[in-house]
């Protein structure tokens, strides 16, 4: 049995880490340089491009830096700032009420029992609490905030405005959050938001093929008694496209594949290992990946999704106006569903006048996807 150094975790942290030295690089300069642009830190990446991944090893640099380290989620932001700075997020104060009462003429009173009045900190709050916070730490402080997207606007501008004084006073801090490609321009147009619009802006996505072929041969080089040649490698780097989940997933699946014929303590990795790893690696990538993201859009997008799929030309391009025939609706009543599309990275304008899918497979699993919405909607209509 060979041990397993992927883990194909979606919007989880990975065993293994692919890439992105450049801006790991960068941040470990930016926790010594107080006047790095890399002190705050804007992420966008579609699905799977490894946004999660790359916060939690921000993390683990800073955390071994002695910083003090808080990681927060999309739901209830502020408050688990708050609870995280504080150590609570609210406050009780108890009170003993007093009823004045009187009796044939003779005053007095009677005093009641205690009474709880609970008081939640708010946004508010938050400022004054970072500063003090950042006052007592002599190492520094790293804030991520994950799926920057679903935090309300309010509370994104509420988190600027803190970091903003906090860093006007000098004190050692960092913001690194992470979101879908809309999102940036989304926050940075909000007036509240100033702080994120001076932040360093890393846009991630799919790895070049020099950067996927040196992250794969240095993990498999790591398995002990696993050998596979270069042309395996290379399948491996073109069936994945650089995309990082990908990545992750076809390399699960050849380990897992390999174990499962109870290999000897030296194997080499074989094309029928290889052939049968692709299909369930591409078939969970469809479930895991491509199905969770194509329901979620509107109907809108979806038919433009198909009908752009059925016109992709051999340089993988599309004409916008051959979707716009295809769909019988003007090209300027679909500039707003391309926005869509464009805004939140499942498609690219490279041209004027054309897109192109951005994320893998997309194109042949629409098609796949109208097929099944066509036997459904039979269905029915026959009632079966």
């Known amino acids: 049995m060979f041990s397993n150094p992927f883990s194909p975790i979606f919007g989880g942290k990975p065993g293994v880490f692919f890439g992105r030295d450049r801006i790991?690089?960068?941040?470990d300069?930016?926790?010594?340089?107080?006047?790095?642009d890399e002190r705050a830190l804007f992420i966008t990446g579609t699905r799977g491009s490894g946004k999660t991944a790359l916060l939690e090893q921000l993390s683990i640099r800073a955390g071994k830096n002695k910083r003090k380290v808080i990681d927060l989620g999309?739901?209830?932001t502020i408050e688990q700032l708050i609870h995280e700075l504080s150590g609570y997020e609210e406050i009780t104060n108890s009170i003993t009420p007093q009823a004045s009462i009187s009796v044939l003429g003779i005053g007095?009173?009677?005093?009641?029992?205690?009474?709880?009045?609970?008081?939640?900190?708010?946004?508010?709050i938050l400022q004054p609490l970072l500063l003090e916070t950042c006052a007592k730490t002599k190492?520094?402080?790293?804030?991520?905030?994950?799926?920057?997207q679903k935090v309300p606007i309010e509370d994104v501008s509420s988190l600027c405005n803190a970091f903003q004084m906090a860093s006007r006073k000098g004190y050692d801090i960092m913001l690194a959050v992470a979101g879908l490609p809309y999102a940036y321009t989304s926050i940075i147009r909000h007036e509240g938001c100033t702080y994120l619009r001076r932040a360093s802006h890393e846009e991630i996505g799919l790895f070049t093929w020099d950067e996927a072929a040196s992250a794969l041969t240095k993990v498999f080089s790591e398995i002990k008694g696993l050998q596979i040649d270069k042309s395996i490698m290379d399948r491996i780097n073109q069936v994945s496209y650089g995309h990082p989940y990908l990545m992750q997933l076809l390399g699960y699946h050849l380990i897992l594949k390999i174990n499962e014929l109870n290999p000897e303590k030296k194997h080499k990795v074989t094309e029928a290992e290889l052939a049968e790893a692709e299909k369930n690696a591409l078939l969970s990538y469809e479930q895991r990946a491509l199905k969770p993201l194509f329901e979620e859009l509107p109907g809108n997008e979806k038919q433009y999704l198909i009908k752009m799929s059925e016109c992709i030309g051999e340089d993988r391009l599309v004409q916008t106006s051959d979707?716009?025939?295809?769909?019988?609706?003007?090209?300027?009543k679909l500039s707003r569903v391309r926005a869509y599309l464009i805004d939140h990275g499942i498609i690219a304008a490279p041209e004027r006048g054309k897109v192109m899918f951005c994320i893998p497979y997309l194109a042949d699993y629409v098609q796949k996807d109208k097929l099944i919405t066509s036997i459904i909607d039979v269905i029915r209509q026959r009632r079966v």
């Open 24 to 27: 790991l690089h960068l941040f």
């Open 29 to 36: 300069l930016a926790m010594v340089d107080s006047g790095s």
């Open 74 to 76: 999309p739901e209830n």
């Open 108 to 124: 007095g009173g009677i005093s009641g029992g205690t009474v709880s009045k609970t008081k939640r900190f708010g946004r508010e």
């Open 139 to 148: 190492q520094g402080i790293l804030v991520t905030v994950d799926e920057i």
């Open 323 to 332: 979707i716009s025939s295809a769909l019988g609706i003007p090209l300027n």
